[in-house]
């Protein structure tokens, strides 16, 4: 490249001297003939140039003149040297002449010349040019073998440290695998020893469980037969018949509730509540057989003597006596029969007493007893009881239910207290609180699959297949069951009582997961019962030396740390959202393809109502009972008077025509909950209906 280079330049510098040569030749020429022009003796300073001192018009007219004649002249010599070929000479006016050829041929040589020199001179300069340039390229190439030597020997040296740091990785990644698999080990032959000892700890309380279950299961036995026996050697087969009657039902279902926990011990399902269960089942029978023993010796005894009084009158007199006992009988059969054969029973009674009527209105709570039962008493044993009881207006069979959920509450807590108190399980428990919390606080009827999403999450959690597992600590499943029931409770007192149709999602809800799991449902009532006893129904009253903190908590108040108490119309909004929660548990139906048994049906808000009218009026709860019934009516109205259609009416009546009138009597003129009763008692008589709830679920709406 550097070759062509230069032979450019050569070539490029010849073209320019030759063009300067002819233009030197051409101005030489020009000069020449324009100085032979000037007369020698007018030149006596310096004509040419910057430095001529000549007057320039004088100059430049003398300058015209004699170049117009020498012009003249030059042409007529340049015709005559023309005509003449053999000499190309320039003569003056001096006599100086000139050959052209000649100074044309001394410009060339000097021209050649300095070409020659410049050409000399520029190869000189190309040949040193060339040295330094492979001078430098030789410094180049030594430089750059330098520094590719360097390089090799950095990269080298670098691909040596790397290779050493990825060995010390790979050897430090290998001895942390090694730990880790090493603990893992570890944990895992610890972990099998915890399940191990957890197993054999369950096994043994299971074995103790079942070793309990069955001692009371045989208790039970005893006193079952024991029950059989005296009602075969009974002698009054009259007060044998009124006693099974009146008791037959509930001795029933002491058999099947037994027939349940025969269940769980053949599939190895006990929990410390089947013992506490099977132990109450044991002190009831205790109780129905105490009771029975001395019903049947007192009719004995009274049968016996009616035998010995029957010999000494006549015919005439034994005749009313028998008819007097055929009536008894056929009054106490009527009491069992169920709500949607009432009709002859109301048309044998239409001219009853007050008294009558409300027994009569209860008949449906007979029919279908609460799953928990209630020891029987006399009426006797049972004003004694009440005179001795805080609660004043509450009928044995009610009080026997709070006691019994508080007991029940109080020992479900008990079996978890050690789960509770441990600070190991802090992190899983807050992760079983956030597992619940979540879905809960989600609960809403708008979709079906939105519902069953949030029966599906619970449930999972409950049974141990979702994270976190509950089964991993043998009193985790307890912990969560009491917390969701107190979860659940606590949108009654905060969500419902604010929006009332959130009642029914909620419910339906609870109603999925008792059929699955019967405690979860038992500790819901439980906590509904010790945030509004009136559930029961139980009215509690104010005891000698009872603080007014002890006396407000007892009746559901929230006490504030300030000293104070929430106020009246707080309370009874709270009061209405949990008691709306729990009749919409008595309203809502099983679940598409469930064939159980409601597991607390609609014969518990009729209970409920007949219980409630057979407490006395109150001053101090008057507004609440009014708010409580009017909610039980509104959600739950349409539904008993589709169930218990004569019944239900019936008891309207009897609610607006002497209840309300005895609460309208220690009111006065009434406030705000008694007046919305009235007018609701007067638009369901007179309708003849009540409208189904805002918010209730369809019957097929999951």
């Known amino acids: 490249m550097s070759f062509h280079y230069e032979r450019r330049n050569t070539r490029d510098g010849k ?47 003398k300058l015209e003149n004699s170049q117009d004649e020498q012009n003249s002249c030059n042409i007529k010599n340049l015709q005559k040297n023309n005509a003449s070929p053999k000499y190309h000479t320039i003569s003056t006016s001096n006599g100086i002449s000139f050959s052209v050829k000649k100074i044309i041929q001394e410009s060339e040589l000097q021209r050649k010349e300095e070409v020659r020199k410049k050409m000399e001179h520029r190869i000189q300069r190309m040949n040193e040019n060339s040295l330094a340039i492979k001078e430098e390229m030789e410094k180049l190439r030594m430089l750059m073998a330098h520094e590719r030597e360097r390089r090799n020997a950095e990269n080298s040296a670098h691909i040596l440290a790397e290779e050493e740091r990825i060995a010390k990785e790979e050897e430090m990644k290998r001895r942390h695998e090694q730990q880790l698999h090493a603990q893992r080990v570890q944990e895992q032959k610890e972990r099998l020893e915890r399940e191990m000892e957890e197993y054999r700890k369950r096994m043994k309380e299971k074995e103790e469980l079942m070793k309990a279950i069955v001692i009371q299961r045989g208790h039970f036995t005893a006193k079952y037969c024991d029950i059989v026996s005296l009602s075969k050697t009974c002698k009054d087969k009259h007060a044998l018949n009124v006693f099974l009657a009146s008791n037959g039902a509930r001795i029933k279902e002491f058999c099947q509730q037994i027939e349940a926990i025969d269940e769980k011990i053949r599939n190895g399902d006990v929990i410390a509540t089947d013992v506490n269960s099977i132990e109450v089942l044991v002190r009831h029978i205790e109780d129905m057989l105490s009771l029975f023993r ?40 009527s009491l069992q029969q169920p709500a949607e054969s009432c009709d002859t029973v109301e048309k044998e009674s239409v001219n009853a007493t007050t008294s009558q009527e409300l027994t009569v209105a209860a008949s449906p709570s007979v029919t279908n007893a609460p799953i928990e039962p209630s ?244 001053a101090d709860t008057c507004d609440l009972c009014a708010t409580l019934i009017l909610d039980m009516l509104e959600v739950a109205g349409n539904v008993l008077w589709s169930a218990y259609p004569s019944q239900f009416r019936k008891l309207l009546v009897l609610l607006a025509g002497q209840y309300y009138p005895r609460m309208q009597n220690i009111m006065g003129t009434g406030g705000g909950p008694l007046m919305r009763l009235e007018e609701f008692l007067t638009d369901a008589l007179t309708k003849g209906t009540i409208r189904h709830a805002d918010g209730m679920l369809p019957p097929s709406f999951w």
């Not at 905060?494 to 038992?522: Q, R, Y």
Request: a negative charge; one cysteine or more.
């Open 15 to 61: 073209e320019n001297m030759e063009d300067i040569t002819s233009d030197f030749a051409c101005f030489k020429i020009s000069a020449l003939k324009k100085a032979a022009c000037i007369p020698m003796a007018e030149i006596k300073n310096v004509t040419l140039g910057p430095q001529s001192m000549v007057n320039k018009s004088d100059t430049n007219d």
């Open 294 to 333: 001395m019903e049947m010796e007192r009719a004995d005894a009274q049968y016996e003597a009616e035998l010995a009084r029957k010999s000494q009158i006549d015919n005439e007199i034994q005749a009313p006596v028998a008819q007097t006992e055929s009536t008894t009988v056929d009054r106490v059969a």
């Open 375 to 618: 020891d029987p008493k006399p009426e006797e044993a049972s004003k004694d009881s009440a005179e001795d009881s805080p609660y004043e207006y509450v009928d044995y069979e009610s009080l026997s239910i709070y006691d019994r959920s508080r007991q029940f509450l109080a020992a479900y807590k008990q079996s978890y207290v050690d789960f509770l108190q441990s600070p190991d399980t802090k992190k899983f428990r807050f992760e079983c609180q956030k597992a619940i919390n979540i879905p809960v606080n989600a609960i809403a009827g708008t979709s079906e699959q939105h519902l069953r999403d949030k029966y599906e999450r619970l449930q999972s959690l409950l049974i141990g297949k979702s994270a976190p597992n509950v089964t991993q600590h043998p009193q985790g499943m307890a912990f969560c069951k009491d917390y969701l029931a107190t979860k659940i409770v606590n949108q009654g007192e905060t969500l419902v009582s604010s929006k009332p149709e959130m009642a029914f999602p909620i419910a339906a809800i609870i109603v999925a997961l008792w059929n699955e799991h019967n405690d979860f449902g038992e500790l819901v009532l439980a906590h509904l019962h010790e945030a509004c006893p009136f559930v029961v129904p139980i009215f509690p009253l104010r005891q000698e030396g009872q603080s007014n903190e002890d006396y407000y908590k007892s009746l559901g108040c929230k006490y504030i740390e300030d000293g104070t108490f929430e106020k009246q119309d707080k309370y009874l909004k709270r009061m209405s959202g949990l008691m709306r929660l729990y009749v919409s548990i008595t309203v809502t139906g099983q679940r598409k393809g469930v064939t159980k048994t409601h597991p607390h049906g609609l014969q518990y808000a009729w209970r409920w109502l007949a219980a409630v009218l057979n407490i006395e009026p109150r």
